[in-house]
């Protein structure tokens, strides 16, 4: 079983920058993909990024694409999301899900319970 704790959101005006942290309990977590995903209010929860077990392979969603940037360093068992850009349409709950890489959010077996982030303009 793996516990994830997302960190890091607050409120930040438009074009500003926010680094979300994902940090995990488990021995398994250095072995598995993690993603990020955003959910504003009434909408789905959307993906953002992926990362795979080692970090050597991302995936981004075309709307955060040189904006945002996944990584994660094993060793303190943690995922970060580095947020550059910030656009008001970027204010959502941000969540890190664990158990894979994918876009897909059924793909993922284990949920943090989430950071706030809001773009003011």
């Known amino acids: 079983q793996v516990q994830l704790v997302e960190s890091g959101g607050g409120w930040v005006q438009a074009g500003g920058s926010l680094r979300l942290s994902c940090a995990a309990s488990?021995?398994?977590?250095?072995?598995?993909?993690v993603g990020w995903f955003r959910q504003a209010p009434g909408k789905e929860r959307d993906f953002v990024a992926g990362i795979n077990w080692s970090g050597s392979d991302t995936l981004y969603a075309d709307s955060v694409k040189g904006r945002f940037t996944i990584s994660r360093d094993n060793a303190k068992n943690a995922v970060y999301l580095q947020m550059s850009s910030l656009k008001p349409e970027d204010t959502a709950v941000y969540y890190c899900?664990?158990?894979?890489?994918?876009?897909?959010?059924?793909?993922?077996?284990?949920w943090g319970q989430g950071t706030q982030v809001t773009v003011s303009s």
């Open positions: 488990g021995r398994t977590f250095s072995a598995i993909g």
């Open positions: 899900g664990g158990g894979s890489m994918s876009s897909r959010k059924e793909a993922y077996a284990f």
